[in-house]
């Protein structure tokens, strides 16, 4: 079976410092790979989507960026975290070729920049 | 741009009560349509999941969603709450015809009173 795993569960970091959060799949291959971020009110946010090794697609202008060096692995980055980076954060995987679009989410990790 | 409404933000209903959450979708063509349930300090998971077929669709735990395309809508059922379907309930949809990006409502958070 697939399993979804994020790191750290919980992060606080301060203004200006950098970020990476990560996030690994197992049990699947060439997954589709997303970032999201969730927001009380605002539902979940896409920020970034992979179909493939090295190809990234931004969905929104923001301070942070994603890359996915290996098939499973999917890492959030910010090279000078804001106050307004706080948030909830989730990875989530589709089958390749989208599969009707149904996601599996992880746990999240819930990131506080003081 | 395309968009999913839900009508209700924060709900609250007692043990026994009938649920009915509202879910609108902002555009046309072939869509596949979800509900997801986020349970306290748990995952993100699928309740249940509409590709094609009988617009009824029954998910888990007794809750059932209902496909009308003519208004686009895609509400959420279930005729008798309990306790434990306190969570945030979150309605997405996917428009094939734009790859494999769901659009996610803003949420609707349920309090069941026992």
């Known amino acids: 079976s697939q399993t979804i795993h994020q790191w750290p569960a919980t992060l606080v970091q301060p203004v200006g410092s950098p970020l990476s959060l990560e996030c690994t799949v197992e049990?699947?291959?060439?997954?589709?790979l997303y970032w999201y971020r969730q927001a009380a009110g605002r539902g979940l946010q896409l920020l970034f989507y992979?179909?493939?090794?090295?190809?990234i697609s931004s969905e929104v202008p923001q301070n942070l960026s994603a890359s996915r060096p290996q098939d499973r692995q999917f890492i959030l980055s910010s090279k000078k975290l804001l106050l307004s980076d706080s948030g909830f954060y989730l990875c989530?995987?589709?089958?390749?070729?989208?599969?009707?679009?149904?996601?599996?989410f992880g746990p999240g990790t819930r990131l506080t920049v003081l | 741009a395309q968009s999913v409404s839900q009508h209700n933000h924060h709900v609250i209903l007692s043990e026994a009560a009938s649920l009915e959450l509202g879910c609108n979708y902002s555009?046309?063509?072939?869509?596949?349509l979800f509900w997801y349930v986020q349970y306290p300090g748990q995952h993100l998971q699928l309740l249940l999941k509409?590709?094609?077929?009988?617009?009824l669709v029954k998910g888990i735990k007794g809750f059932e969603a209902e496909f009308i395309k003519s208004k686009f809508s895609f509400n959420l059922r279930k005729p008798s709450v309990q306790w434990s379907d306190t969570a945030e309930y979150y309605c997405?949809?996917?428009?094939?015809?734009?790859?494999?990006?769901?659009?996610f409502g803003a949420g609707t958070i349920l309090r069941v009173k026992s």
């Open positions: 555009y046309g063509g072939t869509v596949n």
């Open positions: 989530a995987w589709s089958r390749a070729g989208g599969w009707g679009g149904e996601q599996f």
């Open positions: 509409y590709f094609s077929g009988d617009p």
């Open positions: 992979s179909v493939g090794i090295g190809q």
């Open positions: 049990g699947t291959s060439n997954p589709n």
């Open positions: 997405a949809v996917i428009n094939m015809e734009y790859g494999n990006k769901l659009v």
